[in-house]
């Protein structure tokens, strides 16, 4: 992969700790293509949501850019170059649907000497970020690590790590790392005597190293912010601190809660301060608790528990994969309807409980392996449970349950997939071009073809799909069938029931989406994201608010009207436009349909109009 550092120059001007560059910013991203007046407003926290300057409700669907990152063959960064960001950008929105992304960070390509930032470095993450915000895309940076360290793996090891710089494990003088008979790579955490010592000199700022690291980070945010325009720098959501943050090792006396408490809160209350001093005053810290205080095999209590009301400089900011269909001996067979729905209920319960919102940041399955086989069914399950709080089989006939829509970031989007050239622990004997590239990990949604062209790797049914990204008011109820398949099977988990038999005689074998939300009175339109495979010739929607095969271009006369997505990629949304507050209003959205008659319309919403009466009025 070229080597960007050897074609971009910078200026580094040091000044109070922070950093700036010299030069003008790029445009504004409020000017970016296909933008509406509404668009592209900085993101708060209120009332348990992230909010838009409109009051809108918005929910962040995406990817997490890259995994690329853990790599050293492109320098720590996610692209090897501005041109396959803006390529990667364009596709996830245009293919995965995406309109965020959590975009990876190096501590050790950032810092690559004790006290001194590469300005370089956060040179070229900075204009692979801009990709992303100018193809009208929300980021939310994370400094990532696994295992703490590349550096403390031998060159001949199974497994390897990112995270802390070399000059960090220099000074720890660790023990030589084994995690013994390990057959996953997430064993080492709890059994590689080094990761583990490594973490816990991390968390007890042992040679300073939590003082580097945030010191590190605030300059990192200055430059971020410094070099993009005012516009794009709304489009950054947040800062996610540290990713699966773990201890290593308890001291005595402590559990896993109490570390929380005591060791891992603090650290979130000093990064919050770096942010404040960075200028990132209006953006939460998106923060993690223990990686495994919602794991179902590994499980510790925690989920910051003791943190008190977050309000809206934090958000709750977790991790999801099933151990054990993973393991492949744990769970035998697929996911089925509502696998998940408890699991992702917790993550909305302790947002509440923290009185702030949630994202789902990983969430994902392997692609290839024993148990790829259970992808289809896992990744649907997965969608389902973000989408809503009950499962396919009840949620027409409990609505109220639904919850609210959740963010998340699925596990990952790297174009390199299976085109790597990484020297695994820098050992020119073992070059990994394979998969992800690292530690035998295949997740990524989506690669590259022989002509270069980023090309899905799963289902575009279950990528690819409708969700509020924006709602006008409060969401009550959301649902999507996306009748992705698994193999051959169509996987239909929430069939249209019987007792509304026009709007399944519209729905027929299409996919569909159902909400129902509260007005407030907003000055912007409720938008829905709409599929590749929902074209206006084929898009039918059935609304309190309209009745339209084939809905017209959007206008603010229009209550019912669909737009390109900002950014130039060629993605759409429908959007819903009420003119009142603490009205129920409700669309059904669904393909299923071919030239639908007037009476069958006039139907299915008179159907519609009790449904929601009788459950939700």
């Known amino acids: 992969m070229p080597n960007m550092r ?45 909010v838009d300057a409109g009051g809108r409700e918005v929910v962040l669907r995406g990817y997490n850019v890259s995994g690329e990152t853990k790599l050293a063959e492109n320098h720590g960064l996610p692209f090897a170059s ?56 929300r980021v939310y940076p994370d400094f990532h690590q696994d295992l703490y360290s590349r550096w403390l793996f031998n060159s001949g090891s199974w497994y390897t790590g990112d995270g802390a710089p070399a000059w960090a494990v220099a000074l720890g003088n660790y023990p030589a790392e084994s995690c013994g008979i390990c057959f996953v790579w997430g064993q080492n955490i709890t059994s590689n005597g080094a990761v583990k010592a490594g973490q816990y000199d991390f968390w007890h700022n042992n040679y300073g190293l939590q003082d580097y690291f945030l010191a590190t980070a605030q300059k990192a945010m200055t430059y971020i912010k410094a070099n993009l325009t005012t516009g794009e720098f709304a489009g950054v959501v947040g800062f996610d601190p540290y990713n699966e943050p773990y201890a290593g090792s308890y001291d005595s006396g402590q559990n896993s809660r109490t570390w929380e408490r005591d060791v891992l809160w ?23 608790p223990n990686l495994f205080w919602n794991g179902n ?13 977050l309000g809206s400089r934090y958000v709750f900011n977790t991790h999801f994969y099933d151990q ?29 409980a923290l009185g702030t919102t949630a994202v789902v940041s990983e969430f994902g ?30 949620w027409w006939s409990t609505p109220a349950s639904s919850g609210p829509v959740l963010s998340g970031s699925q596990w990952q989007w790297d174009i390199y997939n299976g085109r790597h050239n990484e020297l695994m622990n820098d050992n020119p004997d073992k070059v990994i071009t394979a998969a992800d590239g690292w530690n035998d990990e295949d997740l990524s949604a989506v690669k590259l073809d022989d002509s270069g062209t980023p090309v899905l790797r799963q289902d575009a049914r279950l990528l690819d799909r409708i969700y509020p990204s924006a709602t006008s008011g409060s969401t009550v109820a959301f649902t999507y069938e996306d009748r992705s398949r698994d193999g051959s099977t169509t996987l239909t988990w929430n069939p249209v029931p019987s007792g509304l038999p026009n709007v399944s005689s519209l729905v027929g074998s299409g996919q569909y989406s159902v909400l129902v939300w509260r007005s407030s009175s907003g000055s912007a339109p409720t938008e829905l994201h709409l599929p590749a495979s929902f074209p206006n010739s084929t898009t039918t929607v059935v609304s309190d608010l309209g009745t339209v095969y084939g809905p017209p271009a959007y206008t603010t006369s229009t209550p019912v009207g669909t737009a390109l997505e900002p950014g130039g990629t060629g993605s759409r949304r429908l959007l819903l436009t009420d003119a009142d507050s603490g009205v129920l209003h409700y669309a059904l959205v669904t393909n299923g349909a071919t030239s639908p008659s007037a009476s069958l319309l006039g139907a299915a919403k008179s159907e519609l109009a009790n449904w929601v009466s009788q459950k939700l009025g």
């Open 324 to 352: 054990k269909a993973i393991s492949g001996i744990l769970m035998w067979g697929n996911a089925s309807d509502g696998q998940y729905v408890t699991d992702f209920g917790t993550v909305r319960d302790r947002a509440t």
């Open 297 to 309: 095999v590994s499980k510790e209590e925690g989920g910051l528990l003791d943190a008190g009301t």
């Open 266 to 288: 603090p650290f979130y209350v000093k990064f919050r301060a770096r942010m404040d001093a960075a200028g990132w005053t209006d953006k939460p810290a998106m923060v993690e």
């Open 6 to 50: 050897a074609r971009l120059l910078v200026v580094l001007v040091v000044l109070c700790g922070f950093l700036t560059v010299a030069g003008n910013p790029s445009a504004s991203a409020a000017g970016i293509a296909d933008s509406l007046p509404f668009d592209g407003t900085a993101l708060t926290v209120a009332n348990g949501r992230f």
């Open 82 to 137: 501005v041109a396959d960001a803006k390529k990667s950008a364009t596709a996830l929105r245009a293919l995965g649907g995406g309109n965020s992304v959590r975009f990876l960070l190096s501590w050790a390509y950032a810092e690559p000497v004790k006290g001194q930032v590469d300005a370089t470095y956060l040179a070229n993450a900075t204009e692979q970020m801009r990709a992303f915000l100018d193809a009208g895309i």
């Open 365 to 394: 399955h392997p692609l290839n392996g024993n148990t790829a086989g259970k992808a289809p069914t896992v990744l649907k399950a997965m969608y389902q449970a973000l989408d809503s709080r009950v499962k396919g089989a009840n």
